[in-house]
Every structure is written in structure tokens, then in C-alpha cells.
């Protein structure tokens, strides 16, 4: 054993007592979140490692993701398994209520759903001796020291899927005290499956061995979502609403921006009177507050939440999700549940009614942007801001495709400037059109088949022969 995994081994054993110590506190929050509603009210002993559901016998692969949106990436190459493998037995494990609130309703038959035990060694244990699966698929960035050691001690293979590491979690990993641990960590994994070539050279600098690094794309260009019947209806009665007004769309805005998409709005409104501006705040309660801002000032606003319609002389469009505002702390979850229904329900399906998508998330520092894809699947002409995080590989591969895919703008002069030529030209916003629809596809296209052939490869096809 070398130098630097011997010091992983000593951070590893310190972080080990250490959450032995610390075992019963996690346990009391649990408690906390089940109280304030931001646990299970009936299957809070799954976190603790203890099983709600009978273990099949044969083969099963564990998927684990933490959160909705890493869950709705899972959820393709989850089916894909189930179409050339149905003999094989898959359970997906997920941390937040919201995640459980969506993707349970994803998933296919037969598959099963636990909430993730905490990374404590007896809960760890517990739940991998019960489950005792074949291998086990991480999404994104989940490097917990106790699943992961205990795995590769019961000879369970591991895949990083749609691998990445934010720029703050790198330099910190990078850090003398961690470095050793993270190195250790990805030495147990058989396989590692970067979003991005960028993500692939910091898990290398992070010291994962290289062979065990392989690209497919970027999961979320795959993420599937099946409407509801009532969601349908709803967006084909705004459909007819619109009918041929000029429409555009600023969707998952943070607060601030709403000034920005305002003062746009404004200055096309004086040059296209018929003109629809729908604003998609990212949280409910900011589209109420944008409402009643423009009612104070006597503009007509419609709100999704209560059914108004875009009559002429209403112009803007705010999509709330509430009824009414919620503030109390027993209330919180049915909150963000609404709200991630909303983002991957209705939002893909907006973005169809609109020729012109501005992502918000992305026009001031210390915002990270939001997923690009869902609008140029659609078909939008898709512009953004330039503070967009990690999303910066999906707009870079995008570009690279077809310069005219995705346009960032510097702020409200040039997004201005933009909106007023793509509605003056209608050549030009097709071309745009055109441009992100055909990158995504580009980009989309066998993702999920390079994904599963890789993950076969490497890791499902050794974890059977195995016999485990």
C-alpha cells in the first residue's frame, strides 16, 4: 500500500469512529426532519438501514441517487435495464421526500424504492447485508466512506454514474487532509462515467485510476417525464389561449432577474403589443410576489394558479403553483413537493408553446444556471445568462455543435438586442430554433445504449459472473 492510501486509510478510520460517535445525534435529526415533515412519517427505520420490503431472491443491482434530479437521471438507464435484463432485480434508493414524491410514479414495475441509509457503519451494514446487491450504481457525486469501504469489503462492484465534482467540492477534496480519503474512495469504484471531458480530467487529477474512466453523455439530455392527463389538458388550453400572439418565456428565475425579464418585457411590449411574457420563477412564492408587485403598479398579470387566462391586455403570464401562500413548517413539504412536479412536469411542456426559452439561474454571480436541455428539446430558441456552473460543458457541447444552439447574453441590453431580432426576423429565430433542437438530438442521441453497453461491460457482466 503506498503512501498517499495509507493516509486515506487513517482519514478513512477517523471519519469510521467518528461516525460511530456521532450515530446517535444523526438519529435525533432524523426525528427533527420527521417532525418538520422533511422525513417519511412511517418509513423513517429505512434511513437506519432497516428494510420496509421483502428482498427478492437473485440478482440485485442497487441505484442510488439523492435527490429529484439525480433520481430522474437514473430513471433511463434503470429501464434500459429492465428491457435486457428483466431477470435482474433493481432497487433505487433516494434521500429527500420530493425525490420520493416524483419518482416512485416513474418508475417501471417491479422496481423497488427505499429511502438511503445514513452513512453510519451500522446502518451501512445493515442495509447491505439485507440487500447483498450485485453492484451498486452511485449517481453524480456521492462519496460516502462508509458505503463505499463497505462495498469493496463484500466484494460489491461500484459505477459512478454521470460523475462530477463542483469546482468548490474539487478544491476541497483537493485539500492535503482529503486528498488521501477521495483517492482511496475512487480507487474501490470499477467504473466512473464523467458528464464531461472537463469532469474527467479533474476525477484523474483527483486520482481515479484512468481505465476505469469512460464517456457516454450527460444522463440528464435522457431525462424522461410522463404528464399526467390533467397537466395535458391544462397546457393545451394555454396553447389555444396564445393562439398567434408573439410569446417568450424566462423560466427557473432566481430573485433579481424577475427586474431583468420586466425591463425586457417592457421594451418589446412598446414594439410588439400583442406580446405574452411567461415567467417561471424557480419557487412559488417569488411568481406571487412578481404578481402582486404588477398589480400595484395596475399591470394585468394572469396566474397559473388560479386558472386566469392571457386575455388581450394581460401580458404576462406568472406560472405559480400554489393556491395560496403557505408559510407554516407543516406545510413546507407539500411545497417543494408541488414545486418539483411543476419543474419536471409543466415546465417541459411550456417550453412547447414558446418559440424563445431565457434560462434564468444564470444573470448574476453566485447563481449556477439550470438545465438547458428541456428547452432545446422543445425546440426553443435558448438564450442564457454566462453564471451557469456546471451546466457550462452543456452549453460548451452544444456550441460546439452548432454555434447558433444556445446564445449567452451579458445581461438586459443584450438580451434586448436578441429578443427584438428574433422577433423581427423570423429567419433568424428559426434558424435558432433549428440550431438547439438539432444539438440536443445530437447530443441526446444514444446516451442510454453508450451508458448500459459501458456499465455492462465493466461492471453488471463480472458482478453476475460472480455469482453474488
Known amino acids: 500500500m503506498g503512501g498517499v492510501a495509507r493516509k486515506g486509510m487513517l482519514v478513512y478510520e477517523i471519519y469510521r469512529a467518528l461516525s460511530y460517535v456521532v450515530s446517535p445525534l444523526l438519529q435525533l435529526h432524523l426525528r427533527w426532519r420527521k417532525i418538520r415533515g422533511l422525513?417519511?412519517?412511517t418509513r423513517l427505520p429505512e434511513r437506519l438501514g432497516r428494510p420496509s420490503l421483502t428482498r427478492p431472491p437473485g440478482p440485485l443491482l442497487w441505484f442510488h441517487a439523492v435527490s429529484l434530479g439525480e433520481g430522474m437521471a437514473a430513471i433511463p438507464m434503470i429501464k434500459e435495464c429492465v428491457k435486457w435484463r428483466p431477470?435482474?432485480?433493481?432497487?433505487?434508493?433516494?434521500?429527500?421526500?420530493?425525490?420520493?414524491?416524483?419518482?416512485t410514479n416513474q418508475l417501471p414495475s417491479g422496481v423497488l424504492h427505499q429511502f438511503s441509509p445514513i452513512d453510519t457503519p451500522a446502518a451501512m451494514d445493515a442495509f447491505l447485508d439485507y440487500w447483498n446487491p450485485n453492484a451498486i450504481m452511485l449517481l453524480e457525486c456521492e462519496l460516502w466512506p462508509n458505503l463505499i469501504m463497505a462495498?469493496?469489503?463484500?466484494?460489491?462492484l461500484l459505477a459512478l454514474l454521470n460523475a462530477r465534482v463542483s469546482m468548490k467540492s474539487f478544491k476541497l477534496w483537493s485539500a492535503p487532509v482529503l486528498f488521501p480519503l477521495i483517492s482511496l474512495l475512487l480507487s474501490k469504484f470499477s467504473l466512473i462515467i464523467p458528464l464531461s471531458s472537463m469532469q474527467g480530467i479533474h476525477f484523474q487529477l483527483l486520482q481515479a485510476p484512468p481505465f476505469i474512466i469512460?464517456?457516454?453523455?450527460d444522463l440528464k439530455y435522457a431525462v424522461e417525464y410522463d404528464a399526467s392527463k390533467e397537466e395535458l389538458r391544462s397546457i393545451d388550453d394555454l396553447k389555444v389561449q396564445l393562439g398567434h400572439r408573439k410569446v417568450w418565456m424566462a423560466s427557473s428565475?432566481?430573485?433579481g432577474e424577475e427586474e431583468v425579464m420586466l425591463g425586457v418585457h417592457?421594451?418589446?411590449k412598446q414594439v410588439f403589443p400583442d406580446l405574452v411574457t411567461i415567467i417561471v420563477p424557480r419557487y412559488p412564492q417569488h411568481g406571487k410576489d412578481i404578481a402582486q408587485k404588477l398589480q400595484k403598479e395596475g399591470q394585468l398579470v394572469a396566474l397559473r394558479s388560479q386558472h386566469q387566462k392571457t386575455v388581450p391586455g394581460r401580458n404576462i403570464y406568472v406560472v405559480d403553483t400554489l393556491v395560496a401562500v403557505m408559510y407554516s413548517v407543516e406545510l413546507h413539504h407539500e411545497m417543494k413537493v408541488t414545486l418539483v412536479k411543476r419543474v419536471f412536469g409543466e415546465l417541459r411542456h411550456l417550453y412547447r408553446l414558446t418559440p424563445i426559452a431565457v434560462i434564468g439561474g444564470s444573470f448574476f454571480p453566485g447563481l449556477a444556471g439550470h438545465n438547458i436541455s428541456e428547452a432545446a428539446a422543445a425546440g426553443c430558441a435558448v438564450l442564457t445568462g454566462y453564471h451557469v456552473g456546471h451546466f457550462s460543458h452543456m452549453i460548451?457541447?452544444?456550441q460546439r455543435l452548432n454555434p447558433l444552439s444556445v446564445l449567452q447574453v451579458t445581461g438586459k441590453l443584450e438580451l434586448e438586442e436578441a429578443m427584438l431580432k428574433f422577433f423581427s426576423d423570423a429567419k433568424v429565430l428559426e434558424a435558432r430554433q433549428t440550431a438547439s433542437k438539432q444539438a440536443?438530438?445530437?447530443?441526446?442521441?444514444?446516451?442510454?445504449?453508450?451508458?448500459?453497453?459501458?456499465?455492462?461491460?465493466?461492471?453488471?457482466?463480472?458482478?453476475?459472473?460472480?455469482g453474488r
Request: proline share 2%; aromatic share 10%.
Open 214 to 217: 469512460n464517456f457516454a453523455g
Open 266 to 268: 417592457k421594451v418589446l
Open 440 to 466: 440536443f438530438y445530437a447530443l441526446s442521441n444514444g446516451i442510454i445504449a453508450n451508458a448500459w453497453n459501458v456499465l455492462y461491460f465493466h461492471v453488471l457482466n463480472q458482478a453476475l459472473l460472480k
Open 39 to 41: 422525513e417519511h412519517p
Open 87 to 103: 431477470d435482474l432485480n433493481i432497487l433505487l434508493t433516494t434521500t429527500t421526500m420530493s425525490a420520493f414524491e416524483v419518482i
Open 253 to 255: 428565475i432566481h430573485r
Open 151 to 156: 462495498s469493496s469489503r463484500k466484494g460489491i
Open 396 to 398: 460548451q457541447e452544444m
